[in-house]
Nanobody, 122 residues
């Protein structure tokens, strides 16, 4: 089994910065993709940013130029640096992982964290 543990989040003023981290642990054979999605009440979960094979990044249109995603290979950790935050960034942020475990078939599965609240407000 694989678990994703998120940290960071909280309350920040508009224009401020915040850092989210997510560590994958458990029976990890390899990590294909990790990243972040976010969700607000009544809306679908939307892409924030992902990083694939530790190099290739993909960002949602609304965060391009403000958020930066990176991975720490040895720690199986993905980080999201969020700058110039806006009230529209307020949401629950979910860590995502596409991870292959040590099962006999080396299954690749999607995993999700519990979510962490980010609130941007003065």
């Amino acid at each position: 089994q694989v678990q994703l543990l998120e940290s960071g989040g909280g309350l920040v003023q508009p224009g401020g910065s915040l850092r989210l981290s997510c560590a994958a642990s458990g029976s990890i054979f390899s990590i294909t993709t990790m990243g972040w999605y976010r969700q607000t009440p009544g809306k679908q979960r939307e892409l924030v940013a992902t990083i694939t094979n530790y190099i290739t990044t993909n960002y949602g249109d609304t965060v391009k130029g403000r958020f930066t995603i990176s991975m720490e290979h040895a720690k199986h950790t993905v980080n999201l640096e969020m700058t110039n935050l806006e009230s529209e960034d307020t949401a629950v942020y979910f860590c995502y992982g596409l991870i292959r475990d040590w099962s006999p078939g080396r299954r690749e599965e999607e995993y999700w964290g519990q979510g962490t609240q980010v609130t941007v407000s003065s």
